[in-house]
């Protein structure tokens, strides 16, 4: 049961439901996802710690950058079936619509400058 409350939780805070409808369009840094989301680095850090104990997002380092991107679920059956069904979920939700939008248009050597 742990688990499952654990994954739940994570995914009970809007911020951590945008950055896993972020995630679905592509692999994201930090930086990209503080852009779309218009929050603080430490805040995008903290929802994507959240979301990595729960088993939904994992990240890999290449040079200077940390990619983040969603989990494969093979670790937690329920990360797997909320991940699945989160494709389908909120779509044509405005907000949601929006942030799917720009996500292709956010690159991280712009952000950084």
Request: charged share 25%; proline share 4%.
């Amino acid at each position: 049961m742990k688990t499952f409350v654990k994954v739940m939780k994570a995914l009970s805070d809007p911020n951590r439901v945008k950055i896993v409808k972020l995630l679905q369009q592509k692999v994201m840094c930090v930086c990209e996802l503080q852009s779309a989301l218009g929050i603080s680095q430490p805040s995008v850090s903290k929802h994507l710690k959240i979301l990595e104990e729960a088993g939904l997002v994992n990240f890999h380092k290449d040079g200077l950058w940390v990619n983040y991107y969603l989990a494969d679920g093979r670790h937690s059956a329920y990360a797997a079936s909320l991940l699945e069904n989160m494709k389908h979920w909120l779509n044509n939700d405005p907000l949601v619509a929006e942030l799917v939008k720009k996500a292709p248009l956010l690159n991280r050597e712009e952000l950084t400058g």
